[in-house]
C-alpha cells in the first residue's frame, strides 16, 4: 500500500537498474552494467530492462492493492488499533509517500546534475510543506488528530526545502561560469 515506507523500497529497487551515469564528454552508461549505453537504439537490452521494471512495478502496485483493501487481513486490523495514538489520513499519507516516491526517482536520474536535483527536491519539499498546512482547509479534516505532530512534520518539511535550496546556492554559487552561462540563458529566453 502507498501509505508505507515498503512501496518506496520497492519502487527504489525496481528502478535502481535503470539509473545512468552522465558525465561531460563521456557517454552514458547503466549503472547496474557500465558495458551497457544508456538511450542507445542499437542497445537491445535497456529496453528490455526498463520494460521489465515497469511491469514489476504495475504488477507490485496493483496486487498490493488488490490484497491490501480486499480482506482487511491482521495488518490492516493492527492498524486500526484504538490503541494506536498517531494516525494520519489515508489521503495524506498516500499523497505524501508518492511526493516522497518521485524525490527518490529525481535522485536516481539527477544523481549527476545536483544543482538540478536539488532544485527539485526543493520544490518537492516545498510541495509536502503547503500540502501538509493546507490539508485541513482543503479536506475539512486533520491530517492528523494530535496537532503538535502535524507541526512538526511541517517544520521538518520546511527544513528540507530550506536544505535543499542552501545546498543548489552553494552549488551555483561555487560555479561562476555556471551561473554567468545560466544567467545569459535566461536574458535569451526572454
Not at 521489465?52 to 498490493?64: E, H
Not at 526545502?161 to 554559487?173: P, V
Request: hydrophobic share 55%.
Amino acid at each position: 500500500p502507498l501509505h508505507t515506507t515498503l512501496q518506496m523500497t520497492v519502487v527504489m529497487q525496481l528502478i535502481k537498474p535503470l539509473g545512468c551515469t552522465y558525465a561531460a564528454g563521456a557517454p552514458s552508461l547503466l549503472y547496474a552494467d557500465r558495458t551497457i549505453v544508456c538511450w542507445d537504439l542499437a542497445e537491445p537490452l535497456q529496453p528490455y530492462m526498463a520494460l521489465c521494471a515497469w511491469l514489476g512495478l504495475a504488477f507490485y502496485l496493483l496486487t498490493a492493492h488488490l490484497l491490501w483493501w480486499g480482506d482487511g487481513g491482521l495488518l490492516r486490523q493492527a492498524q486500526l488499533s484504538p490503541t494506536l495514538d498517531v494516525q494520519y489520513s489515508e489521503l495524506y499519507l498516500i499523497v505524501g509517500n508518492a511526493v516522497r516516491t518521485a524525490a527518490a526517482i529525481a535522485y536516481l536520474f539527477l544523481h549527476d546534475q545536483p544543482i538540478a536535483l536539488q532544485l527539485v527536491l526543493c520544490g518537492l519539499a516545498l510541495f509536502l510543506l503547503a500540502w501538509t498546512l493546507g490539508f485541513r482547509r482543503l479536506f475539512r479534516a486533520p491530517a492528523c488528530a494530535i496537532r503538535a505532530v502535524t507541526e512538526l512534520r511541517a517544520v521538518g518539511e520546511a527544513i528540507a526545502a530550506w536544505a535543499a535550496l542552501s545546498c543548489a546556492l552553494e552549488l551555483l554559487l561555487s560555479q561562476p561560469a555556471r551561473v554567468v552561462r545560466l544567467g545569459s540563458q535566461l536574458a535569451m529566453s526572454l
